[in-house]
DNA sequence: AATCATTCGGAAAAGCTTTTCCGATTCACG
DNA sequence: CGTGAATCGGAAAAGCTTTTCCGAATGATT
């Protein structure tokens, strides 16, 4: 350690010193250990406390064989997703006493892989990899060995990888469920690219929800409001036209409710409109605001959090679980009494 | 260490059994040092190589007394800033060898607080704070010593601190300027709440550029797209209308634009409107496009870094920089030919 | 006075890596 | 043959912390 260049100048020795205590009675006041009188306990601390004394983690971690940190690795670099379950996770680490540190891969692999890299020389207890769309991912290009490693809002093309994500399906089916419940009876689904695995599952809830299914009322396109906005001008020149539609996100459902607003169709008496992901930049902003599907980000990150801790300690995890979704309604759904 | 448990099983003992030379000699080969023949280095590496040896950065860190990590702490939940910040300082850093490491305090200062202690434990060779708006913040909770500590997109209260901002004012500047160039001579300013200094630099360079500045063409609201529209109906009810609007942000420009449609103002014939931020989510959405400000957040992660590297080899820098934005026109502004 | 319990000191060892230093060996050259 | 250079081994020390173990000192009890 470099003197006077860090917060960190003191070293146990300085606080027993500064105690009068030996090494080993300072390291056993602080940790609690040993048979030491309250007195010697009380002093150690008080030194410690006026020296500003912090243990060096680096020099516990290697004498423990534990370093009490997890890294996360996220490859969304809006943040949009990532935050919430970071959120999420760190409230649960810090329970256990574990600190979590982000790394931002920003989608470029060789960044991701430098990442690991950096983590692994750190010796964290286990990695999280998450990003901004679930679909499976390719395996990390370094081997992990035994090291717990949890993918959330991810998935990872390792067989038996363990996974955590919202339930897509479900979440759709709630949609379509609430737009049922409100009398709908000609509901379109107008949704993002085929490619993306939410998209799928999206599609697959709202088509379950349905005693019959229209598929000229499915229109894919890509994740925009403009593609919402045009997929709203399609339906509203079909020869019926739906009496509502569940968008694949909330940016689409804003466009849709923009197109109809422009064509006089008033949203929710005639055509209701419902979005997912309950993006409050959209849910907001939108003319009605939008009822919308939250996917519980937060709640994804706390169970993260304690499934990793249970790999931590030994447990075996592997597969894929889902976390139910929570419908959001407002006033594109629900009319204002 | 636990053996077993993680992919960094070997030691540097391992390898250089593996490679049948001395501890010393496979550490020398390692870091390329000593006087050691090629083929003895190749050996060592090739032996490295297959054990899957990783040095481990906590020993290594504890023995140079340097961990060349950086932590990055930010309170910005949706990581809207922070994210492009983050990857300028990584690139920069990288190069230079140094490891990023964020954690979120998500506006908490006791989690904010507790980010630091956990950074300062792991022997961080210097801290960034960054959040999701530039005004003054409150000192740490914690005693940071002579570690270098540098606000990125975001001040201290603490005077001399180093802090690297975008040019609000002088973005602005360019926002009117460009109005000014397009022939535009009487622009409004609807902009945030008076109590974020962004806001106060914005309306002074608005104010700047003009030769006579008429205050009823200044408004004060909420950053949210229902201002940006509000606003816009007062500006439509004035005795004599402006030819252009400079929002303080792209949300309040996006609102702005869609109140102008509702009244068949065309956009920019009847009135050019420019945001701020530069934010695609708001910019590409909107109709036309919104004209903007790009703050460079990228870049001034960059040179952050650049600025934190020169402060861990000992450089002393303090004081406020602010790095310059720039114009992004769009067809808010620009007729589309 | 002797014994036992409590408390602490201090030495040692361990975790992993880097670096230095001294000694030993080998080879080449004068 | 003697000397010097190159090369490596291995021991030691350092960084900081934790833990164990044994010995010493003190106070209380018998």
């Known amino acids: 350690m470099s ?20 090494l080993g009675t300072a390291s056993k006041a602080l940790n ?3 048979t030491l009188r309250q007195e010697t306990r009380d002093k150690v601390l008080k030194a410690a406390d006026e020296l500003g004394f912090r243990p060096n983690d680096l020099a516990q971690a290697l004498h423990r064989g534990q370093s009490f940190t997890v890294g996360l690795i996220s490859n969304d670099s809006f943040g949009r997703f990532t935050m919430p379950i970071m959120e999420g996770l760190e409230t649960v680490l810090h329970a256990a006493g574990i600190a979590l540190f982000m790394c931002n ?26 990003g901004r769309r679930a679909d499976r991912r390719p395996v990390p290009g370094l081997a992990l060995g035994n090291l717990p490693v949890l993918y959330v809002f991810s998935q990872s093309d390792e067989p038996g990888a363990a996974c955590l994500l919202p339930d897509d399906e479900g979440g759709a089916r709630l949609a379509t469920a609430h737009l049922l419940s409100l009398g709908r ?29 229209d598929p000229a009322l499915i229109l894919h396109g890509p994740w925009s409001e403009a593609w919402g906005r045009e997929a709203a001008t399609r339906l509203l020149a079909m020869p019926v036209r739906p009496d509502a539609i569940f968008a694949g996100n909330d ?29 409050s930049v959209m849910t907001e902003a939108s003319r009605p605001q939008l009822s919308s599907v939250d996917m519980n980000l937060k709640l994804l990150g706390e169970e993260a959090g304690q499934r990793l801790i249970r790999m931590i300690r ?3 995890e592997s597969g894929t679980s889902r976390l139910p979704c929570t419908l959001v309604p407002r006033a594109s759904t629900v009319p204002t009494p």
Chains 1, 2 share one sequence.
């Open 3 to 22: 003197q006077g260049k860090s917060p960190n100048r003191y070293t146990l020795r300085d606080v027993a010193r500064h105690a009068g205590v030996s």
């Open 105 to 130: 891969a920003t989608d470029d692999p060789e960044r991701e892989k430098r990442h690991i890299d950096q983590l692994l020389g750190k010796r964290v207890d286990g990695l999280i990899f998450t």
């Open 251 to 279: 940016q689409i459902a804003r466009g849709i409710v923009e197109a109809l607003r422009d064509n006089a169709i008033s949203v929710p008496r005639d055509i209701a409109v419902i979005g997912f992901d309950n993006w």
């Open 185 to 213: 009876t000609r509901i379109a689904h107008v949704t993002g690219p085929e490619d993306f695995e939410a998209v799928r599952l999206r599609r697959r809830g709202y088509e379950a929800s349905l005693s019959k299914v």
């Open 314 to 316: 030994g447990e075996r």
């Open 32 to 34: 609690k250990s040993g």
